[in-house]
């Protein structure tokens, strides 16, 4: 077996890692392409990014949709647990399995919150409150998952999910002896923990909005960072409420 230590990668190395990021955000802007480029785009054969962001009611339509959600948590969280996943592999000192095994359990939790999030996106599409796209058709939708992502700034669970991804050293230790594998798990639930409001509010800024996207990428980044981020969560709570407020007073 040949061991691949994530400290000791060379430059062909993170050329490939970026390379695949770049690539699902270049995926992303090409599902998120205005309607006259997405006819040029059947010309030149790029049709099957196309149909991905299109959410029809079926059992097709939920594969694709959840296919875009699993690309975009891909093209989110890679940047935001990169940091993780480098202390680990200082603590590890294994071979390339042990490191897949952690990258496997991580996955693993994304995957079910994109089918989790696809599924919440076909009903609210049916309900009649998302676009096809899945931008949001009510003030009042808007405002409770603004109102939603707000409050959750300020609990506790988000600031116990935010401290143990701000310290992956302590948090790997006190789990060390559960393996990889559930370490991976761990760290997904615990990465989850700390977005899955702000995923969530890709239904306010747009599903296919590569702005919103890359806001809340860098938000999600920063409030990861030990000495930047805990001067950020709070504040970021009471703009999410003020937002909420304003989408209730102009459109509802």
């Not at 919150?113 to 599924?119: C, L, N, P």
């Not at 996207?213 to 003020?242: C, H, N, Q, S, Y």
Request: glycine residues 10%.
């Amino acid at each position: 077996m040949i061991a691949l230590r994530f400290r000791r990668m060379g430059g062909v190395h993170w050329l490939a890692l970026f390379g695949l990021i770049l690539g699902a955000w270049g995926m992303l802007y090409a599902m998120a392409l205005p309607a006259d480029l997405r006819i040029g785009a059947q010309i030149y054969g790029a049709d099957f990014l196309q149909s991905l962001c299109i959410l029809t009611p079926d059992a097709a339509g939920f594969l694709r949709i959840t296919a875009m959600w699993a690309l975009m948590s891909a093209a989110m969280m890679a940047p935001t647990v990169l940091p993780a996943f480098a202390t680990y592999d200082d603590l590890a000192h294994s071979a390339e399995t042990r490191f897949a095994a952690l990258a496997a359990g991580y996955l693993a939790v994304w995957l079910g919150f994109s089918v989790i999030a696809a599924g919440a996106q076909m009903v609210l599409f049916q309900a009649g409150v998302l676009s096809a796209f899945g931008d949001s058709r009510s003030g009042l939708l808007s405002a409770v998952l603004l109102a939603v992502a707000g409050a959750y700034q300020f609990s506790p669970l988000k600031e116990a999910c935010l401290s143990r991804c701000r310290r992956p050293l302590a948090f790997f230790m006190a789990h060390w002896d559960e393996g990889a594998l559930r370490n991976g798990v761990r760290l997904g639930l615990v990465c989850l923990g700390c977005c899955w409001a702000l995923m969530a509010l890709a239904f306010v800024g747009g599903v296919m909005n590569l702005a919103f996207m890359g806001l809340a990428t860098v938000i999600m980044v920063l409030e990861k960072l030990p000495d930047l981020g805990r001067w950020l969560t709070r504040p970021l709570g009471v703009a999410l409420l003020a937002g909420a407020g304003w989408m209730l007073v102009t459109t509802i």
